[in-house]
């Protein structure tokens, strides 16, 4: 038996709730929630299992949530045009915030704007380089500092620019199209939760390899690591 796992989420965390909260307004939500998940700040949203729902939806298909039935009131070419369009403004918002602003709004014990979070993204942007920009796109949490980070770090613009809008493209025409290619498929909408689920594991499985590594070097080195704090990585 299939348990629903998506019901144990915040509202704002489970992708299908969250459109069906939007109700007629779900493009203009869903764009909102990519704008945000991008750059500005808020990096605890369900970006890539929210993109791949809104391409099943696309398809014709209908998701069933707690209350009733979601049915999608917008159609692919409007997901592939406006997803990288949000996606790109967001970057690049997130990018002017920590050239202009810095990161001095990052605490310690903050509960979303963690110094951790932004200590990683930054480890994350020197280990890769700018093509970092691109990569970060598929990994929560850092998808939304890396542009903070760049900015930051006073990347050149142009640069970052240019890859902020291959990246942006990637994704959010790459997951929105998978999702509506496999909506159309019953087997699918029937394991549209443990997919999600799967989403989310997949999306976080860098940061966890991440973490152990250090954990790992840490211990050989003899100093203390914290454990992993649950929920505070989602897609």
Known sequence: MVVDTLALMPDFLDPINLLSYFGTWALIGLLVVVFVESGVLFPVLPGDSLLFVAGMLAAGTAAAAQDGTVQANFELWQLVVFIPIAAVLGGQV???????????MFKPNARFLKQRYLDEAHLFFEQRGPFAIVIARFVPIVRTLAPITAGAAKMNYGVFTLYNAVGAAVWGIGLTVLGYWLGRFEIIQKLLEPIVIGIVVLSVLPMAIEWYKRRKAAKQAGIPTPPMESGEQTA
């Open 94 to 104: 997130g990018y002017w915030i920590g050239r202009n602003v810095g990161t001095a």
